[in-house]
């Protein structure tokens, strides 16, 4: 997946490095934000749900990530599919960087 292959990059050890074992568990949610009149969905709303439940030496925790974004459906669904599989990896991108982020400052 896009977030696996943000994660691998920070794998490289030092002598000075903090060692994590980090289970992940996702969820992805797409949902109709307004229909216009005949019904149709106008906008959606996608959100991505990360759970991470990170071991070390010196503490177990568990953290949710949580990132979302709106965007208009497409005349042409084979378009409005690829925006949909852009956003996913944006997201994706993002919520490894919030927990990279997090393993560093904590």
């Known amino acids: 997946s896009y977030l696996d292959r943000k994660l691998k ?6 002598d000075n490095s903090k060692i994590y074992k980090i289970y992940i568990s996702s ?12 019904g149709n969905p106008k906008n959606y709303n996608i959100k991505i749900i990360l759970k991470s439940d990170i071991k070390s030496d010196k503490k177990n925790e568990t953290k949710i ?12 669904k084979i378009e409005e599919k690829e925006s949909e599989k852009q956003i996913k990896k ?5 919520l490894g960087d919030d927990l990279i ?6």
Request: glycine share 0%.
């Open 9 to 14: 990059k920070h794998k490289k050890f030092s």
């Open 27 to 38: 969820k992805y949610e797409k949902s109709v934000v307004n229909k216009d009149d005949d």
């Open 65 to 76: 990530f949580e990132r979302s974004v709106n965007f208009s459906s497409k005349d042409k």
């Open 90 to 94: 944006d997201l994706s991108n993002l």
């Open 101 to 106: 982020f997090y393993l560093i400052t904590n």
